[in-house]
């Protein structure tokens, strides 16, 4: 942040006049510095859902809602899509540029040597139920590593935030792949460090012991492109919540465990699986137009999945990638006719002329589109949620290093304005009427 202090905003409250301060970012709008108004003012403002709240100063994402514009550290998604891959992605987020070739086999040597989670720990994942959901089982395990890794909890040892961070990227798909397993009753497939990171997913997900597996290069790669496209998201629900559970000092893996509570639902994370389960639901492009108007109408609760974004008011620039890539892995695999996509692209068009969705700038999503790709390389819904966790750990925990290393650091503590009832005495039981 530059300092402009010289620069305020005026604000009239009853007989007072308050100078708060204004600063400009490197991009987007300006910001009123409002850390005096109770103080100054006696008064809060009022906000909920945060849509005029900034939360804290970051130089990791920048979106770009009007636009559709999305840049990890001042990359545009659309040529890190196409040109770089999920591990150098991770690289830059972390350490804020792309790495040199030899940093970048360093750092992949580093995430490979943590594949492997403690060996006690698959005793853990026998504790769930077998019909659990891999979100509950991801969100369960991942605060469960601070029971397993007490040397990488201490949040004030920087070598420690590294390790944890390390850890947390390495293990994450062998933890999604494992509930995965659990769920269907296969045995856990070891990670193989020889195999790319998306590759290596892919293996601890659809091999098994009794048969020969090769990972399909076409389908890594469109893996490794889902995650690279969820990677960072600047200050989400999730991300909002790793950083407020990591402002009052909590270790790193309960704070990522507290982002994969968030993200499961269907606002966020969950509108991959809730947009797939909907596609399917439609069934064929004759019954759209009844889904269209059932989103319009006010009585009804019905919101078009993967349709809307609480900053993006044009096109999310994601949606564009994940469609054509999409359309790629549905060709390659000879499954260009899926009755799934024809809905999904009708459905798109319909809803981009529709009065309704023009006003209320509603455009596709990520989630549109994510949701035809898993289901091609052959994911069942429940695995889509706990995907999205999987890659968008990489941006909790650069959010969650760059917001402990802030020396500005303060237990994130909002305000409310209080309706209840006034003060009144206690009545004891007998008296009450
Ligand atoms: N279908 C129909 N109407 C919608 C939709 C939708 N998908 N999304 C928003 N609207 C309408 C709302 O009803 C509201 O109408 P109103 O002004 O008449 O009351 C208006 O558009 C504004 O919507 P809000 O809900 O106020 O917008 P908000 O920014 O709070 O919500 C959200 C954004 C949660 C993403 C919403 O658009 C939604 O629920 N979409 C469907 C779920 C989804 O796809 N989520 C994934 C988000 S991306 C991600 O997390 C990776």
Redesign the pocket.
Known sequence: MTDQTHRTAKLSVGEKTLDLPMYSGTLGPDVIDIRRLYADGDVFTFDP?Y?STGSCESAITFIDGDKGELLYRGYPIEQLAEKSFFIEVCYLLLYGELPTAAQLEDFENRVTNHTMLHDQMSYFFRGFRRDAHPMAIVCGVVGAMSAFYHDSTDIRDAWQREVASIRLIAKMPTIVAWAYKYSIGQPFVYPKNSLDYASNFLNMCFSVPAAEYTVDPILSRAMDRIFTLHAD?EQ?ASTSTVRLASSSGANPFACIAAGVACLWG????G?NQ??LEMLREIGTVDRIPEFIAR??D?NDPF????????VYKNF?PRAKVMKQSADEVLGLLGIENNPTLQVAKELEKIALEDE?FIE?K?YP????YSGIILDAIGFPTSMFTPI?ALARTVGWITQWKEMISDPQLKIGRPRQLYTGPTARDYVDVEKRG
Not at 365 to 368: A, I, L, Q, T
């Open positions: 859902g849509t998201h989400n269907p606002a966020h994370g509108a809730a947009c989103a319009k006010k919101k078009l999945m993967g349709f809307g974004h609480r999310d309704y209320k509603l999503n990520v989630d549109f999205f």
